[in-house]
């Protein structure tokens, strides 16, 4: 890459990313700050911890987390436990073993009441088939056990074979952070990506790709802070992927304009491995070794140890290759002796609390302190207390070729240090003659060595404290040096400076990017049911000023299509990638908000066939989102007392029944994840999903209202509006109300696919209005109704009022007792005229919009001017 980037005097920008959150990660806030103090523009982008997008400032720099989550990850978790379930046999089903059980019980009773012949051949049959399904429990039992032993020797095997290991197929989790951190990235201004370690090196070959096809100048660096090929292996860490972490650095390594690492030794197997053009530059992962030494409580007197008690101290990641267990599996045969972890992320691990575990075994508990982590410019205070710093780590390829930070973290506190025999480590300690070397994963050798250098501990600090150019070649401030000439290199030298002072980690202090709040820019679809997408819409903009809408619909070809102000084809929908990625740019660039509804994706199928895509890519870039669901996608079409208590009206198509049962199954553990605000547009659907909260469907009453008389005519008109939802049931309604009919005692209507514009007319025209016996809720429909000023006659399941926030003035009606209700209405018209204005001052107080727009703003945080 040449010089060149941007134009003019702007300075270069630079995007460092990494896969965690950055908080304790040194080299890449060190690095930071490094070019900053070089005249460039430097944001850190990792990981965000909750399903948020967070922005705060470090200093100079801009720190921007994102939502990661791990869609593909857990799936490939979810499938592989699949594979090892065991079979499904009557042991392992308890409700069926209880009806074998007490069919057997009935057989056996009725024998003991019977003496005869038959009796007797029916017993030893029974007994027979007793034992039959005995031994078929018996061998799928087995199965189950073989099944699930080959799975294991399976897995076990494939794990233990590196051979054709691709990243691919082995890491889904590379592909997650593709999917969580792209949007953020293809959205921030940069000139090169700086990518911190073998994770992201995919997610910034092809961020740089997108932008070069863009036909702007952009360029990569790869910061390798490990031998890959040479990671050590733990739990879920195996050969296999081991292998696929390293196809992944053979694959983009080389589109990288420069790579950077942490060791000679480390860049000379990079450069012979991937047969690199050029040997990557060597910036080493030291602390900044210049000053005093940061004022911080240390850890003695955090530990309230007297000064001559003798205290060893690991600092750093808490794994099993690590060592530390070797360290507490020592403290038995060094009494006296005690041991503090200062554990990174923290003691809760479940490592950490094996090395607990372990010390509670060997007796030596009270001896063995595991300690939160310390901010990292404070690691050197903290540790100094101490009589020696250790580096156990385990013989592992990435181990023999490290120079770990806290090695220079320990000589700077003046901590004799005692290593395993990795290499690069055991060299260092044994030319500068700074402590004592163990044989790695040995408790025997390293007792011994720990208990001579206790001895000569002394000796060895005043000979660090004597040797002032000791850690001087290694010091930050002169390993900062080559990084910047890697920067020279690509931007140019005029455009990255050196400086003549540089900021130091602890100077600066991590402050929360406290954005001013501008209105809210609400974003609602794609489902609009019924038109209460656009009635929310409207409701949140007459309530709350200066807050602004934007509502989408897809056009499923139906007659009764609502307002919208962007509707598209079911087909365009589907399968439109311009249109999709359109839409999301300018949702991404204006919306503050995003409700989605229904469980279904807003961008077409860009980001797949449910909500979870779009949502991950909304919060990647601050978006806030929020769920709304109407009704069809969570009531359970099978089981749900809603659906089948009234069995005329049971949908006999099983293959609906299925697919909205597979739907709504697809769909639960989805919510459930889902860790964000989430409505529901009528109260029974709280029933199905307690956690949400009711979001009431608005009716305009200004739209819906009329003057037109109610039950003056001799024979009321009664008109019924079913729902898709309860269109079966409807003509069991028409065959109820026909005697009434043929009396002359009422006139009676059924609207079916009656335009949205006209359904007020109709409404309005009449005196009853039946609205569905099948389901048990009451809608929009209802609503609608009751705004008219209409005697409303529905099913609403006593469960379902209860939820109501005042009596439901809708009349209760059932398959078998409708004629009769609505006979009681024609005979005592003045008590349902009551009814009727009930129902009025009901809609006014819940479902005018006033009350929804306020439950919104409350549930989604939304905000006006």
Not at 44 to 59: A, I, K, N
Not at 611 to 634: I, K, N, Q, W
Not at 783 to 800: C, K
């Amino acid at each position: 890459m040449t010089a060149g980037f941007g134009a003019g005097d702007r300075a270069g920008r630079v995007l460092m990313i990494v896969a965690n959150d950055i908080s304790h990660d040194t080299r890449v806030l060190k690095s930071g700050l490094a070019l900053t103090d070089a005249g460039l523009e430097v944001t850190l982008l990792g990981r965000s911890t909750s399903s948020r997008r967070e922005e705060s400032t470090l200093g100079p720099l801009r720190v921007v987390r994102v939502p990661v989550p791990w869609t593909l990850k857990e799936a490939r978790d979810d499938a592989r436990l699949r594979r090892r379930r065991p079979r499904l046999s009557l042991e392992l089903n308890p409700a069926e073993r209880a009806r074998h059980d007490l069919r057997d019980g009935l057989r056996r009773r009725e024998l003991a009441l019977d003496e005869g012949r038959s009796a007797r051949l029916r017993e030893r049959l029974l007994d027979a088939r007793h034992q039959g399904v005995r031994s078929l429990v018996e061998i799928d039992r087995r199965l189950g056990h073989a099944e699930r032993f080959v799975w294991k020797v399976v897995d076990a095997a494939v794990h233990r074979t590196p051979v054709a290991a691709s990243w691919r197929s082995e890491l889904p989790e590379i592909d997650d952070y593709e999917l969580g951190m792209a949007p953020a990235i293809d959205r921030l201004d940069w000139d090169v990506i700086h990518a911190h370690d073998v994770q992201l090196v995919g997610v910034a070959s092809h961020a740089v790709a997108r932008r070069r096809r863009d036909g702007r100048k952009a360029d990569w660096v790869y910061d390798a802070h490990e031998y890959v090929a040479g990671l050590s292996l733990y739990g879920s860490r195996t050969r296999r992927r081991r292998a696929a972490y390293l196809d992944l650095e053979r694959e983009f390594i080389g589109d990288a304009g420069a790579v950077v690492t942490v060791t000679e030794p480390l860049a000379e197997r990079l450069r012979r491995d991937h047969r690199l053009s050029s040997r990557p530059t060597v910036v080493m992962n030291s602390p900044e070794l210049t000053g005093p030494l940061p004022e911080s409580t240390g850890v003695r007197e955090t530990l309230r140890l007297a000064a001559n008690v003798p205290l060893m101290v690991y600092s750093g990641a808490v794994t099993h290759a690590r060592g530390i267990d070797t360290v507490v599996a020592a403290l038995p045969d060094l009494p006296g002796v005690h041991l503090a972890v200062v554990c990174v992320p923290g003691p809760h691990t479940v490592v950490a609390q094996q090395l607990a575990a372990q010390a509670r075994k060997l007796g030596c508990e009270d001896r063995v302190h595991l300690l939160e982590p310390v901010r990292p410019h404070e690691v050197t205070g903290f540790v100094a207390s101490a009589d020696i710093g250790l580096l156990p780590l385990r013989r592992f390829g990435s181990h023999d070729v490290a120079l770990a930070n806290k090695l220079f973290e320990y000589l700077y506190a003046g901590l004799p240090v005692l290593v395993s025999d990795c290499p690069a480590q055991r060299d260092f300690v044994v030319e500068h003659r700074v402590g004592a070397v163990h044989l790695a994963g040995d408790v025997a050798s390293f007792t011994e060595q720990a208990r001579q250098l206790l001895v000569r501990r002394d000796e060895v600090r005043a000979l660090i404290g004597q040797t002032p150019d000791l850690l001087r070649p290694y010091a930050w401030s002169v390993q900062q040096r080559s990084l910047r000439q890697v920067y020279r290199d690509l931007f140019g030298g005029e455009r990255v400076s050196e400086p003549a002072t540089t900021t130091r980690l602890d100077e600066v202090v991590e402050t929360t990017v406290a954005h001013p709040e501008r209105p809210s820019v609400v974003g609602i679809g794609p489902a609009n049911m019924a038109g209460q997408g656009w009635e929310w819409a409207k409701a949140l903009e007459r309530t709350i000023p200066g807050l602004s809408t934007r509502v989408i619909c897809i056009d499923r070809g139906s007659p009764l299509m609502y307002p919208a102000d962007t509707v598209v084809p079911q087909k365009q929908f589907a399968g439109d990638a311009e249109w999709a990625a359109a839409l999301e740019s300018d949702a991404l660039d204006t919306w503050t908000h995003a409700l989605i509804e229904a469980g279904r994706p807003l961008f077409g199928l860009r980001n797949g066939r449910d909500f979870t895509g779009d949502a991950r890519t909304l919060r990647s870039l601050g978006v806030e989102v929020g769920l709304l669901f109407h009704g069809s996608e969570l009531r359970n079409p099978r089981d749900n007392a809603l659906r089948t208590r009234w069995s005329p009206f049971r949908d006999p198509r099983e293959a609906l029944t299925r697919r909205l049962q597979q739907q709504r199954d697809h769909l639960f553990p989805l919510i459930a994840r889902f860790d964000g605000p989430v409505g529901v547009s009528t109260p029974d659907l709280l029933l199905d999903l307690p956690s949400a909260t009711w979001v009431p469907v608005v009716v305009d009453l200004g739209r819906w209202g009329t003057r037109a008389p109610l039950l003056e005519r001799a024979r009321p008109r009664v008109v019924h509006a079913p729902s898709r939802a309860s269109l079966k049931g409807s003509d069991h309604v028409d065959a109820a109300l026909a005697p009434l009919v043929a009396e002359g005692l009422i006139d009676y209507q059924r609207l079916e696919n009656v335009p949205p514009s006209e359904m007020p007319d109709c409404i309005a025209g009449a005196d009853i209005v039946v609205d569905q016996l099948s389901i048990g809720i009451y809608g929009v429909a209802a609503a609608e109704a009751m705004a008219a000023g209409r005697v409303v006659v529905s099913h609403v399941m006593p469960e379902v009022r209860a939820l109501c926030p005042e009596e439901l003035p809708v009349l209760e009606a059932t398959p078998d007792d409708v004629a009769d209700v609505v006979r009681r209405v024609a005979d005592d018209r003045a008590a349902a005229r009551g009814t009727a204005a009930a129902g009025v001052e009901y809609v006014r107080a819940w479902h005018d919009g006033r009350r929804s727009a306020t439950v919104m703003r409350e549930l989604f945080g939304l905000h006006g001017r």
